[in-house]
Nanobody, 121 residues
Framework: VQLQAFGGGLVQAGGSLRLSCAAS????????MGWFRQGPEKEREFVAA????????HYADSVKGRFTISRDNAKNTVYLQMNSLKPEDTAVYYC???????????????WGQGTQVTVSS
């Protein structure tokens, strides 16, 4: 499975961005999809995950209420809508795919390259 994330950029605090991640897999709809991020001098951290159907999601506490993960299985794409952005959201954002059936999985099997999000104060 090849994953390509895009949509990052520079935005002011309080602004919005939408990230997209396109997958090559014909079986995209069978994967749990997640977004992760790695800020400057920080370890990679979980952001959000979505079930194969899109019916179940969960979020890191730091983004809950501000970010929304969604997917379009017909387009083999997962999205991350980011609103009310804060400088601490600055990071490289990665999408990932898991063969697990649970959105609570910590095991992701495929990773895309990152896309940089920078939030200025």
């Amino acid at each position: 499975v090849q994953l390509q994330a895009f949509g990052g950029g520079l935005v002011q605090a309080g602004g919005s961005l939408r990230l997209s991640c396109a997958a090559s897999a014909r079986t995209f709809s069978s994967y749990v999809m997640g977004w992760f991020r790695q800020g400057p001098e920080k370890e990679r951290e979980f952001v959000a995950a979505i079930s194969w159907s899109g019916g179940n999601t969960h979020y890191a506490d730091s983004v809950k209420g501000r970010f929304t993960i969604s997917r379009d299985n017909a387009k083999n794409t997962v999205y991350l809508q980011m609103n009310s952005l804060k400088p601490e959201d600055t990071a490289v954002y990665y999408c990932a795919a898991s063969t697990s059936s649970s959105i609570w999985t910590i095991r992701y099997d495929y990773w895309g390259q990152g896309t940089q999000v920078t939030v200025s104060s």
